[in-house]
Every structure is written in C-alpha cells, then in structure tokens.
C-alpha cells in the first residue's frame, strides 16, 4: 500500500440523479503509468478530475502519497480541505486537459514560468531559467516567446506539459491530451509522454489512444457506466480480454484500425 | 473667430484630456475591484456591488455631479471642481465598465481557471494574473467605446465650475457673440480627440495578443 501514488478507496460521485462513478478501488503504483480507458461517459474523465479535486466525489477516499487530497476527517466527519491545504494537497500533482487551457495573454516561456513566479515566489530570471529547462525537453524552446495562438495543437500541449512539469510534481494527471490533436501532431506529443515515462513518472492518463495504453501503460483500466472493470497489466487486457464488454469495446477499436488500413 | 479664440479652446481640451484619462483609468481599476466583490461569493460585497452599478447607471451623470458637488460640503469634505469632476465621471464609468466586464469575466473559459488552480494559484492570484487581463482583452472593444463617451460626458463637469473645453466655448461665445463657429470649432476638436482614441485603440488591439478571437 505505501508504494501506492494515489489510492482511491469506494468513490463515487454523481451529477443530480447521474451515476457517473460506482464505488471505485484503484491502486496507482508509484513510477508507473496507468491508462484509463473506456467509452465516452464511461466516468474516466471524471475519477481523473476527483484525483485532482476538480471534481468532489460524494463518498469515499482519494490519497495522494497517503495524504487526503480535497476531504479530509476530522471530529466531526468529513470536511472540505481549506484552500492552503488543497493547493498542498495538489502540489504533487501535475495536469495536462485535453483542450491544454494555456493562458492566451502569455507567451509559451510565460506559461510555464509563471507559477514558479507567483507561487514559488523565484526572481522572474530564475523562474525562466528553469522554465526555458522544460521547454527545452518538450523540444519548442526555439519557440519560447510565441503565444499560444502562435502555435500549433500538438506544440500548445507540448507547453502545457512544460508549465505542469515547471512545480516539479511526482505524480503527472493526464486527461485525453491528444483527443483535441490531428493524428500527425498526436505522435509528437505520445512521445514527449513516453520519455516521460520512460524516466519513471508517475503518470494516469485517460486515453483512446490504445496502441499508447497497450505499450507504454504499466497497467491499464476499463470502465463502463462508471464501474472499473477491469484493472489489469496490457497484455491481459489487450491479449486475452476475458471480459464480454471490454471485448466489445476493443472490437470497435479493431473494427476501426482495420477501416483505416483499407 | 481668430487664432487666439480656437489657442484658447485648444488649452481648455487640454483639461478635457487630462479629466477624462484620469476618470477613465481610476474608472476601470475601480470596476475591476466592482467585478471582484461580485464574484467573491459574498453576498455583502455582491449586493454592495449591484447596488452601486444601479445607482450610477440609473441616475444622470449631471445630477450626479450636482449631487456630489453638493453633497461633499455637507459632510465636510471640500474638494476643488477638479477633484470633484474626476470623482464623478470616474464613479459613473466604473459601474459601466464593470458592466462591460461581467461579459468578458463570464466568458473566461472554466479550464483556463482550472489550469491555474493546479499551478498552484490562489483565489485572489487567479482573478489578478489569469481572470482579470482575459476579461480586459475581451472587453477591450466596449471598454474603448465607453471612454469614447466619458470624452464626450467630461463637457459635463463645466456643473462644478471646472473650465474645460465646452465651458471656455460657452464662455467664449457669450463675450464675443460667435456662438456658431466657436462651438463648431469646439465640436471639431473633440471630434479629432476621439478619431485618435478609436485609431489608437484598433493599432492597440491588433497588437494585443491573446484576444480569443485570433
């Protein structure tokens, strides 16, 4: 258990009368990379965004590096985190979305330093010294003082993983980063992704990018109508898929690549 | 008319000027402040907020100046016209301007706010970093459409005894009989006062980055 990154433990949430999650347990081990994956409405937007509290689960638990992350107990009952112990809560955590949400009025080199200036409180040559540092890993630092608007899909994502990797966080939240992207600019950002891995970042990544959960993900998840169903290394699930409805969802999948190859 | 009257309307715009960039800016910080009590969740600050913005919307900026002008000196406090004039066309601009800027603050996409709270923001670092120069670029358009209109509302401020362009005109035509091309002169200075401000502002945006628009 102490190995874990992240421990989910019977969350659930709904949106009025929606069941969007059902009592999910999940381990994520540390240094790994789980890929969730599943149906559109399949709620693995959503356990994403309650790890990060962007979303409040209405019951159970979720620690990050055993720490209570959004609730916590106290005497009496459960209580929201004030919003000190939230930021430190997420402070491990690193987000990239799917629509990458870069802030317009700031340049890439704007974008990735900025926290290190205002919630780290560095000297604008220091936060730019490092923020130059992690653009140079995602390859743009060439493209530094662009904006966003200057910059294509697959580049503007580049630097949003940059800004998130800036805090140094130990656990990277990735929410379908390539779902927004064409398929030529999706490789250049799967495989800043990769390297990330590869050098022993905690990552969850909600995905449909199957070929990426089945070689990069250390262990990937299935969930349907907010259950998980399956939570198993890639080549169980993707070589013997021994579940009626994860066979189903794969099918489309196969369907589809053999559609593209015609 | 001579070169002498219109040198004389030229010096009085030179209030007209400094009245109305003076109003214009305390105007915008202070509707960035109206913006921030209504989304602070309080309802205190948000019912003061809205009662304010009714007020100086609601009631004209002449009996509002008359108001303050005679308001002031019965509470103690006496201003010079100056002061007076740039408290009241700065009150009146900020309840438009803070208007105009729910618009832009509402249209600040969710993930653009989520993405600061996971960088660590704060509530107050959020809206001044993140929220706040969004809403102003957004805006930008309407915010320069309503100083255009404090220029032209400044030939107000004449109620509170201040000297400005239209006052001196006012003046002027009544000591020397020529209400017509006095005041047509007067009229085409803040003409070609606003032309500059609308070409200044339209360079201003296209240089502007990140306006959602592009």
Partial sequence: MTDSAISIKNVSKQFGDTVVLRDINLEVPKGQVSCLIGPSGSGKSTLLRCMAFLEQANAGTILIEGEPVGFVDGPNGRRRQTAAELRRARSKIGMVFQQFNLWPHMTALGNVSASLRRVRKMSKAEAEAIAMRQLEKVDLKERAHHYPSQLSGGQQQRVAIARALALDPTIMLFDEPTSALDPELTGEVLNVMRTLADEGMTMVVVTHEIGFAASVGNKVCFLDHGKLLFHDTPEKVFAAPRNPRLEQFLDTYLDRGAFLVQ | ?214
Avoid: C, H
């Fill in chain 2, 1 to 214: 008319m001579t070169w002498y009257l219109f040198q004389l309307l030229l010096q009085a715009s030179l209030m007209t000027i400094f009245v109305s960039v003076l109003s214009i800016f305390a105007g915008l910080g202070f509707a960035v402040l109206l913006s921030a009590m209504r989304m602070s969740g309080n309802r205190v600050l948000f019912g003061g907020a809205g009662l304010f913005i009714s007020f100086f919307r609601g009631v004209p900026l002449l009996v509002q100046l008359l108001l303050i002008f005679n308001l002031l000196p019965v509470i103690g406090i006496t201003l010079p016209s100056l002061a007076t004039a740039i408290i009241g066309l700065s009150l009146s601009t900020a309840a438009y301007q803070a208007e105009n800027l729910r618009g832009g603050f509402e249209g600040v996409p969710i993930g653009l706010v989520e993405s600061a709270e996971m960088a660590g923001f704060s509530r107050l670092q959020t809206f001044i970093y993140i929220r706040t120069p969004i809403a102003l670029r957004m805006t930008f358009p309407a915010l320069v459409n309503e100083a255009i209109l404090i220029l032209k509302a400044s030939s107000l401020v004449s109620v509170v005894g201040l000297v400005e362009l239209t006052k001196m005109a006012q003046n002027l035509a009544a000591s020397t009989y020529q209400p017509l091309p006095i005041f047509a002169s007067a009229g085409l200075i803040y003409l070609v006062i606003n032309l500059i401000v609308a070409f200044a502002a339209r360079r201003a945006e296209d240089a502007l980055p990140g306006l959602p628009a592009k």
